[in-house]
């Protein structure tokens, strides 16, 4: 709760400081997702791409089973919390981008690397490079936590899903089926993630497919059901202040729960403020660092505000229409088996299966490519290139463990190290919190001025 809090504050602070900027320029961020900036700059990717490697990342299993849980043990409310990290989480995400470009450089071989703890070390001293240091370090082990153990348990549950929608699986046989399926995802994951340039053509091809998929799956759900939509939204509004009057007193959900769970799946889910986005963006050829800055503030807008409230309401909605007797457990962990039963009181359970499984392999398949290639970011900058290659071999050889790993260690690991993670990258951020601000100041001044 306390990295939490802090994580909510520094979102606050930004947000503020930088004039409301997420809402009062929704249109020039808006036109950013569309423009195509020259490639005369310097960098490996396009914008656009390293929109999609960063998208590839947070769009994964905890916009599906992350939202199915925080709604399980946080109530309804946890939704209208994971809606308020995300309006912050935009400033965070945009002045963590900012700083990136404007304090990144080139290795001996010519790659970018940067990010806003990286930028401590050659400023602060010895401080500066414990931060640094301690960053590459968290990352690397946070890159095993959600990259890896979250990404990889989830593909095993859903093709075990899938498969049992089909026939009897034995309980051997489900775990040799979870084994081969970690197997393939490491073989692929090898042969797709090396490189700025590799990551980012294999994410602008995936992520707009998996993103479509995924909202027309859960779209169904919305659409059968759409006279509830406000009895939904209401619901979640009510439920963050008064989660007991909402669902129950027997659940034991009060609203520490329901903040925390929608604080802690939120920024699970867009990452703001864990300084994982912006060693995407470091490769960009962005002829501006405040608009591939704007690009942070779509995707966190995206991920929480578009998909993760989708996933929300396929699993409200049907509850409140009393569908074939659909309703959530509240008070008990619930992962993608949940958002599985809503979608089976709109389509066949084959069909609902098939979809969601099909969903989850593509959103947990980019999320591990991305993290990897985050962690080796971070493993060179620690040790240099051949620890990273060390670094590689560990993760992919860790994958086909993860098949087989317990979903509640799952969870607590993924989210002990994001919050780990997100401590030096909040402390760079407030300490080089002028230069953020002064780039900003001066870009908005140059539009006024007709630059």
Not at 29 to 56: E, H, N, W, Y
Not at 209 to 227: A, C, E, Q
Request: glycine share 10%; hydrophobic share 55%; with cysteine.
């Amino acid at each position: 709760m306390p990295i939490l809090l802090l994580l909510l504050g520094t979102g606050i602070y930004f947000f503020f400081r930088l004039g409301v900027f997420p809402v009062r320029y929704a249109g020039r961020i808006t036109l950013a997702l569309f423009r195509k900036d020259k490639r005369s700059g310097d960098g490996a990717v396009s914008p656009q791409q390293a929109l999609c490697t960063a998208l590839a990342g947070t769009i994964g299993t905890g916009n599906i089973a992350g939202v199915a849980g925080a709604i399980a043990l946080g109530g309804p409310g946890a939704i209208f919390w994971m809606w308020i990290s995300a309006l912050f989480g935009m400033a965070t995400k945009y002045a963590e981008i900012v700083l990136t470009l404007l304090t990144r450089g080139k290795d001996a071989s010519g790659e970018w690397h940067g990010g806003a703890a990286i930028a401590l070390r050659d400023r602060f001293g010895r401080f500066g490079r414990a931060l640094s240091a301690a960053f590459c370090v968290f990352t690397v082990a946070a890159s095993f936590g959600i990259g890896n153990l979250v990404q990889m348990h989830t593909i095993a549950e859903s093709v075990l899903f899938a498969t049992a929608k089909f026939c009897t699986v034995p309980e051997s046989a489900a775990r040799v089926l979870a084994l081969a399926a970690g197997l393939i995802v490491a073989a692929l994951v090898g042969i797709w993630s090396r490189g700025a340039a590799r990551v980012g053509r294999v994410a602008e091809r995936i992520v707009p497919v998996m993103s479509i998929l995924y909202l027309f799956t859960v779209g169904t759900v919305i659409v059968r059901f759409i006279d509830r939509v406000p009895a939904a939204l209401a619901l979640i509004v009510r439920a963050a202040f008064c989660p007991r009057s909402a669902v129950g007193a027997a659940a034991g959900i009060g609203i520490r729960q329901a903040l925390e769970k929608g604080l802690s799946r939120g920024v699970l889910s867009n990452e703001a403020g864990l300084g994982s986005a912006p060693l995407a963006h470091v490769s960009a050829t962005a002829d501006s660092p405040v608009r591939e800055g704007f690009l942070g503030v779509a995707e966190v807008f995206f991920v929480t505000m578009i998909v993760c409230t989708s996933t929300a309401l396929a699993l409200l909605l049907p509850s409140l229409a009393g569908a074939g007797g659909y309703r959530i457990p509240y008070g008990t962990p619930c992962g993608a088996e949940c958002v599985e039963a809503a979608l089976e009181t709109v389509l066949s359970p084959r069909l609902s299966s098939g979809l969601l499984g099909l969903t989850l392999l593509f959103f947990s398949f980019s999320s591990i490519i991305t993290w990897l290639f985050y962690g080796s970011r971070c493993a060179e900058d620690l040790f240099g290139k051949r620890f990273a290659a060390v670094y590689r071999v560990l993760f992919l050889a860790m994958l086909p463990v993860a098949a087989l790993s317990e979903p509640g260690f799952v969870w607590k690991a993924a989210e002990v190290l994001n919050a780990l993670m997100a401590v030096p990258n909040l402390i760079a951020l407030l300490l080089l919190q002028k230069r953020v601000i002064r780039q900003t100041k001066r870009y908005f001044q140059r539009r006024k001025d007709g630059a």
